[in-house]
Every structure is written in structure tokens, then in C-alpha cells.
């Protein structure tokens, strides 16, 4: 019963339909090369590679700010954020990132956002649940994501931030 009510809907549809059936035929083209372009260019994950003190020392990284470690990811951290920047390594390369100003300032001068050419930085700290490690050093539970150019994450992980100077 439920399918014959879905064909008789169907074909009152079809019956009210002003277009030829070359104009469906464009239209329904059209639609499915918008849905084919909304749908091209998914999501490519990435695999931060932690960044090492070879690295920091190459590029004078260092200061004050907080240093991501994932919590699957062994000890090193992946992404550095400073006051002014960001840092991730990726394919072995060190990728700036700028700070965004006017997102939320974070334990030690850092900021919740960093924008990059092809990649935007998230840093979600409990900021509330801080623990001294070291003198000059608080850890906080966090998370990284990080999003491509058309909004896409291509990485979300749960870890720890070290924060200090």
C-alpha cells in the first residue's frame, strides 16, 4: 500500500511539472554536477610529524607558548604555538602559521586559532585544569584540530599542551 501512495505521488508529480523532458534532462545535469562539485575534494587527512629540537634550533623556536602533544602520537610534540605564530611539520617540512589576534589568548601569550596558507589550527585547552610540571611549565588535556582550505578537518586529536617559557 505505502509504494502505491509513493508512484501516485510521484506521478501527480510529474504531472505538474512544467518541463519538457529535455528541460528535466538539464536540469537534473546540472544538479548532479553540483552535488559531484560540493563532493570534489574531500577531505585528505595529514600526519603532523613532531617537531624536534634540531628543528627549534634551526629556526629559533624558541619562547614562551605551548607545545601539542597528541595522546597517540609518542613524546614529540606536533605543533608549537607561540604569541605572534604557529608551527607544524609536515612531509618534513616546517609550516608557519599566524596567529589570529582576535581568537581567544591562551595559557602563555598562545591563541586559540592559527591560520595558515592551506591549513587553519583549532587549540581547545581546559584551560581551568592546569597542572604545574615544572617551574616555569603547566600541562593542560587538549585538543588539535586542524581544517583545510575548504573547512574540511584533516586532523582532530586529544592530547596534551605544554605551556611555559
Keep these: 500500500m505505502r509504494?502505491?501512495?509513493v508512484v501516485v505521488l510521484a506521478l501527480l508529480a510529474a504531472c505538474n511539472d512544467p518541463l519538457t523532458p529535455?528541460?528535466?534532462?538539464?536540469?537534473?545535469?546540472r544538479d548532479i554536477a553540483m552535488v559531484v562539485e560540493a563532493n570534489a575534494g574531500s577531505a585528505i587527512p595529514i600526519a603532523p610529524q613532531p617537531i624536534l629540537y634540531p628543528d627549534i634550533q634551526a629556526n629559533s623556536l624558541y619562547g614562551t607558548g605551548c607545545a601539542f602533544v597528541a595522546s597517540d602520537g609518542g613524546l614529540g610534540a606536533v605543533m608549537l604555538a607561540r604569541i605572534g605564530d604557529g608551527y607544524m611539520k609536515?612531509?618534513?617540512?616546517?609550516?608557519?602559521?599566524?596567529?589570529?589576534?582576535g581568537s581567544g589568548e591562551l595559557p602563555f601569550g598562545a591563541h586559540a586559532r592559527y591560520a595558515g596558507k592551506k591549513y587553519s589550527l583549532e587549540l581547545d585547552l581546559a584551560s581551568d585544569e592546569g597542572r604545574q610540571t615544572a617551574t616555569e611549565r603547566v600541562d593542560y588535556n587538549g585538543r588539535l584540530s586542524v581544517r583545510d582550505q575548504k573547512g574540511h578537518i584533516v586532523y582532530d586529536k586529544n592530547g596534551m599542551f605544554q605551556c611555559g617559557s
Aim: glycine residues 0%; proline residues 0%.
Design 90 to 101: 609536515l612531509d618534513d617540512n616546517l609550516i608557519r602559521f599566524a596567529a589570529d589576534k
Design 22 to 29: 529535455e528541460e528535466r534532462a538539464a536540469r537534473d545535469e
Design 3 to 5: 509504494y502505491f501512495a
